[in-house]
C-alpha cells in the first residue's frame, strides 16, 4: 500500500511539472485511473472540549464503528472513554469491508483541525467513518459513521456538521478523576459498564457545577452543544 | 411544487401534459437517540402542500396543544382528514422508548398529491415538548433518505417542569416536591424546545425532572424514508 503511495505521487508530480507535453502519459495506468486520494478534515467547533487524536476509516458497507441505540463495542468504548484510537483502527483494519484508515497526529484543541490524506483503489462502495473523543467528558464522541462518499467527484467536497454521542459505556457522572482531559486528568478507559444504559445515544450535554451538578468537576466552560465539529471530505483525486 | 414542475414541463416541450401524481410507495423508521425521553403514539403522515401538523412561529391549534400536552394525535388526525393524506398513527403501538426504533406499514401515495411528510409525538417527560418534522418533500426517486428532527415547544403550557403538569403513564424516574421552573412561556408560538433544566434533588429544587436523565440536545431523532 505504501509502495503504491509513493508510486502515485510521484507520478502525480511529474505530471505538475511536465505540463501539457506529458498530459498524455499521465493517468493512464490501471492504478492509476482506479486509484483515489481523499482528505478528511476535522475542525472543533466546541468552546472547551479538546477532541482526541481522529480516528478516520474508508470501508465498504458493511462495516460500521457503533450502531446507534446499541451497546458500544470495547473499541469504541476504548476511544470514547479515554480517547486512544488504536484499537478502534486495528479492529477496522481487519473487517473484510476495510479500504484504509489513519489516525490524526494529535489531539485537535477549540478553533483548531487536523487532517489526514487516505489512498484507496475505487470500490463498489466507499464510506467514511471518523471517531473522536470529547475528552473533557466521562464518554462522549463526535464523528461520522459509514457516510457513503462514493459519488464525490474529484475536486469536491462534502461537509458534515456532527453531533455529539453518548457512548453508553460509563456513567456521565462527571466526578473528578473520572474525566481524562485537561479539565480533571482522571481516569480514561474503565473496562466496567456504568452507564445505566448501556447503548450507543445523541449526548444530552454535560451539566456542569455551574448549571445544577455541584460536584461535578466541569464548569460552565465544559458545556456544548450540536454540532462539536466539522468534518469536510474532499475528493483530490 | 407545481411551478416547478410545469417550469420543467415547459423545458421539454411537454405543455401538454398537466398531472402532478406521483406514484410513490414508502416506510419511515424513527429512532428514538434521546438518552430518557419517551415518545408518544406518532401521528405520520404525508399530505398535500397546503395541509400542516404545526408550522413554527405560529400558535398552536387545540389539536396541536393535545397531542403536545396529552400525546393525543386524534383532533390533529381529524383536523387533516379533508386532505385525505396519507397517514400511519401510532406505528410503535404505544411509547417508543428511548434507544427504541418503529417503522411504519409501507405507505403508497400512489394517485395523490400527499408530497410533503410530517410527523409528531410528545416527548415525555416535559410540559408541552413534541418531536416534530413538517412538510418535508417526499423525493421522486427511489433509496434511503435519512435525516434528524428536533425538538419543539408547543407554547401552549408553562415548562414548569413538575410531576403534576406531566402525564406518567409509565414511571420516568421523575421526582416530586419542585417548586417550578417557569411560571409561563416566554414564547408562546412554536419554537425550538430550549431543553429541560432538572435537577440533582428528587425531593426538592426547582424541577422535579433529573438533570442526568432528562435533559437533551438536539436532534433527538433519526428519520430514515426508504422509497421505493
Known amino acids: ?237 | 411544487m407545481k411551478l416547478k414542475k410545469t417550469a420543467i414541463v415547459s423545458l421539454l416541450g411537454l405543455a401538454a401534459i398537466t398531472t402532478n401524481v406521483q406514484a410513490e410507495q414508502f416506510t419511515v423508521k424513527i429512532e428514538n437517540l434521546t438518552n430518557g425521553i419517551y415518545f408518544t403514539p406518532f401521528l405520520v403522515a404525508a399530505h398535500d402542500s397546503n395541509t400542516a401538523l404545526f408550522t413554527s412561529g405560529t400558535s398552536a391549534n387545540t389539536s396541536l396543544e393535545a397531542m403536545a400536552e396529552g400525546g393525543d394525535i386524534s383532533g390533529l388526525v381529524a383536523d387533516i382528514a379533508a386532505a385525505v393524506p396519507t397517514t400511519s398513527e401510532n406505528p410503535a403501538g404505544g411509547l417508543l422508548a428511548p434507544g427504541a426504533s418503529t417503522t411504519t406499514e409501507n405507505l403508497n401515495t400512489d394517485n395523490t398529491d400527499n408530497n410533503y411528510l410530517s410527523l409528531v409525538a410528545m416527548m415525555l417527560p416535559t410540559n408541552d415538548g413534541f418531536v416534530g418534522l413538517n412538510s418535508w418533500e417526499i423525493p421522486t426517486e427511489a433509496g434511503t433518505y435519512t435525516f434528524t428532527v428536533n425538538a419543539y415547544d408547543a407554547g401552549t403550557e408553562a415548562n414548569d417542569e413538575l410531576s403534576a403538569s406531566i402525564p406518567a403513564p409509565i414511571d420516568f424516574g421523575t421526582g416530586t416536591g419542585g417548586t417550578g421552573v417557569a411560571t409561563s412561556d416566554s414564547n408562546t408560538m412554536i419554537h425550538i424546545h430550549r431543553g429541560s433544566l432538572g435537577d440533582s434533588d428528587s425531593v426538592g429544587g426547582e424541577s422535579d425532572l433529573d438533570n442526568r436523565i432528562h435533559r437533551w440536545l438536539n436532534p433527538i431523532a433519526r428519520v430514515t424514508v426508504v422509497i421505493q
Not at chain 1, 22 to 37: N, P, V
Not at chain 1, 51 to 73: C, F, N, R
Not at chain 1, 141 to 170: C, H, Q
Request: aromatic share 6%; proline share 4%.
Open chain 1, 1 to 237: 500500500m505504501s509502495f503504491n503511495h509513493s508510486i502515485a505521487k510521484s507520478t502525480a508530480i511529474a505530471c505538475a511539472i511536465g505540463g501539457s507535453l506529458l498530459l498524455s502519459g499521465c493517468g493512464s495506468s490501471d492504478h492509476e485511473s482506479s486509484a483515489r486520494t481523499y482528505e478528511i478534515s476535522v475542525s472543533n467547533r466546541t468552546a472547551n472540549q479538546p477532541l482526541s487524536p481522529i480516528a478516520v476509516v474508508l470501508h465498504q458497507t458493511g462495516y460500521a464503528a457503533w450502531t446507534d441505540g446499541e451497546a458500544a463495542s470495547t473499541p469504541l468504548e476504548v476511544l470514547a472513554e479515554g480517547g486512544d484510537n488504536a484499537s478502534l483502527l486495528s479492529t477496522a483494519s481487519a473487517s473484510e469491508f476495510y479500504l484504509a484508515s489513519d489516525s490524526g497526529s494529535g489531539p485537535i484543541g477549540p478553533g483548531n483541525y487536523d487532517s489526514v490524506q487516505l489512498e484507496i483503489d475505487t470500490a463498489d462502495t466507499i464510506n467514511v467513518s471518523v471517531v473522536s473523543m470529547l475528552v473533557n467528558t466521562n464518554d462522549a464522541y463526535t464523528g461520522v459513521n459509514a457516510a457513503s462518499i462514493a459519488a464525490l467527484a474529484t475536486g469536491k467536497s462534502m461537509r458534515f456538521s456532527t453531533p455529539v454521542w453518548d457512548a453508553g459505556t460509563e456513567d456521565d457522572s462527571e466526578a473528578a478523576g473520572t474525566i481524562p482531559g485537561p479539565a480533571d486528568g482522571g481516569e480514561g478507559y474503565n473496562a466496567a459498564r456504568s452507564d445505566t444504559n448501556n447503548r450507543v445515544r445523541f449526548h444530552s450535554g454535560v451539566i456542569s457545577n455551574q448549571d445544577g451538578l455541584s460536584n461535578s468537576i466541569l464548569n460552565g466552560s465544559h458545556r456544548f452543544d450540536n454540532p462539536a465539529a466539522t468534518i469536510t471530505v474532499t475528493r483530490i483525486n
